[in-house]
């Protein structure tokens, strides 16, 4: 299947010159992948002025509403008809397109994507996963951040099979490498909710992945696992808390490298390294935040991407959609029903 | 009064020969402190060897029991009396000092601390706290971190009220800037303890301190609060996720300065900024966590701490003695009980 991408052309704090011209980096790069731009037409077309390529593979579902930054999910889902956002999603509900990608307000994408594609049967409820650094060569999926505030042990064996599914599409691994985020690795540590997902993980051998038990927050770089599981809490809690930290850093270094001449040259001199280093925090090169567990696939860019973080997040959802994450989550559904003795009863 | 510090001399990734130093320097800077040296006597008089100001104002309690760092709470708890753990706790509760200092098994060192001390009347459940770098000049307070797996809006509350004691101690702030820790700084984010916990915080104007609502976890290092309050999970997992991210960092920056001559020249000539930085992330600096709301001062330094981390964490347990942190903690328990309707029913 070519993958045939709605993008919310409204999103992102640049608007839409930087949704399109993502779009053109990603066509591009891809060049079977045809989209549908949804939002205000005339602004659209001006931004098409400068990617001819990406007009002849377009076509433009106009619509003037945007969902605003501050809007709560709960007056958003009224707007799926009438914004740009709820459009896109539509676009995948109705088959139009093979997946959305949005940038902006969190919460409402969240609430519109529920609503419109509902998760897959078997599945409780769905997860926010996004793609971290490590100090290894591959990204680590973590979720979830944030689309639950709560999990039970349930919830946590779901998104480590869901978890497991995105990182076998992005890495071919055959049993990625699963942790329960905790506060110590003791078979002790934790709520009971962590203590029971553990144990029924423990038992899943058939499950497509290998789960290593618990690791805390201070190792979510380390390579050690490719997919973290954690409740939406912790989740969030801890991706800001690495990203406040990763800043915090390198505002440091920016001001220890200013506060002499004699630094500002080593810092000239060293240049090619931190931009190295620069380019290894990009969040940009790590874009594209997925819900998993719906009926179809919404990719989520971060509000401050660049085009070329647009373009990730549009390769990760085309990638999503040609290697059928949806199927895959599905086909490992009764693998899970089997460590989970009262799975299904809220189904 | 004139603080009396228990050691627990056998602590630490480095032992008996890093406490004693540590304790040493502490008293170097303030000779008016003793202390009480818990643990094998004959290691301890080796390392007094180098160290006579110490001798002198030292006694030594000989016991040859320790806590493993392995060792679950439920079993330290038995050795209340036969380690140098239990008997460093001990004496805070005998009054023999008026605080204790110890590194290693955080697990343990709660479970005696509660048990030998108790908490304040009034207050539900104890946190452990701990100074955090930020951009600004004051380190922030942070709390829980770990000594609760979950926490209601009252504990929250009592959270609140105690790190702000803490906060005025260290740098007599009248009304310390107090934040919950949330995924989202809108009313309704969140879990519903901390919501009530708001409300209960926003209607306490006669507490002395300043509640500024919500804030996210890349927001610890801006400065922008002097208490932050969470659960100890994700209290827990703010504190690794930042010490993680930041040791990430350091090793991408060695990587990056080390891959080619110039970038290690460049390295070299600005080697003055780098120490900057490496004093502002070093832990020994803001050593000294403190488990707040016991009838009783503890103080944990970090199992890695050298000297000066040990020393940092000896002068944090004499100064919230001699400013009488537990008598500050109980007088705002009232202004509390006026917040909280149902507060006093656990009591």
Redesign the interface.
């Known amino acids: 299947m070519k993958p045939r991408i709605a993008i919310d052309a409204m999103g992102g704090d640049e608007g839409v010159r930087v949704m399109i011209a993502g779009a053109a980096l990603a066509r591009h790069r891809h060049p079977d992948f045809s989209f549908i731009l949804v939002g205000d037409q005339a602004k659209i077309e001006r931004a098409l002025d400068d990617h001819p390529g990406l007009r002849a593979a377009s076509e433009i579902t106009h619509v003037e509403g945007v969902v605003k930054g501050?809007e709560?999910p709960t007056q958003a889902i009224r707007k799926a008809k009438t914004t740009s956002m709820g459009l896109a999603v539509e676009a995948v509900k109705s088959g139009a397109a093979s997946a959305a990608v949005s940038s902006g307000n969190t919460?409402a994408r969240m609430a519109m994507s529920k609503i419109a594609l509902r998760t897959i049967p078997g599945i409780d409820r769905p997860a926010l996963a996004a793609l971290l650094p490590t100090?290894e060569d591959n990204d680590l999926v973590m979720l979830d951040l944030?689309a639950n505030?709560?999990a039970d042990a349930r919830n946590l064996v779901e998104f480590a099979v869901m978890g497991a599914a995105y990182s076998r599409i992005l890495y071919g691994y055959e049993r990625p490498r699963v942790k329960l985020?905790n506060?110590?690795t003791?078979d002790?540590k934790?709520?009971e909710e962590l203590r029971d997902a553990s144990a029924a993980l423990h038992r899943a051998e058939h499950l497509p992945l290998e789960f290593l038990g618990f690791t805390?927050?201070?190792?979510?770089?380390?390579g050690e696992a490719d997919v973290i599981v954690?409740d939406?809490?912790?989740g969030?809690?801890?991706?800001?808390?690495?990203?406040?930290?990763?800043?915090?850093?390198?505002?440091?270094?920016r001001d220890?490298?200013s506060?002499?001449i004699?630094?500002k040259?080593?810092?000239?001199?060293?240049?090619?390294?931190?931009e190295?280093?620069k380019h290894?925090?990009d969040p940009n090169n790590h874009n594209g935040g997925v819900f998993l567990g719906l009926n179809g696939v919404v990719v989520k860019s971060h509000g401050s991407a660049d085009a070329k973080g647009v373009a990730n997040a549009v390769a990760v959802a085309a990638r999503l959609v040609e290697e059928a994450l949806i199927d895959r989550i599905s086909e490992n559904l009764s693998d899970i029903a089997a460590v989970l003795p009262h799975h299904g009863k809220a189904a």
């Open positions: 501050d709560k919460g100090i944030g505030t709560q985020l506060i110590g003791e002790l934790g709520t805390e927050a201070d190792k979510i770089s380390r954690s939406g809490f912790s969030n809690v801890a991706l800001k808390a690495v990203e406040g930290a990763a800043r915090f850093v390198t505002d440091l270094l220890a490298f506060s002499s004699r630094s040259i080593g810092f000239l001199i060293s240049r090619p390294a931190t190295l280093l290894h925090l």
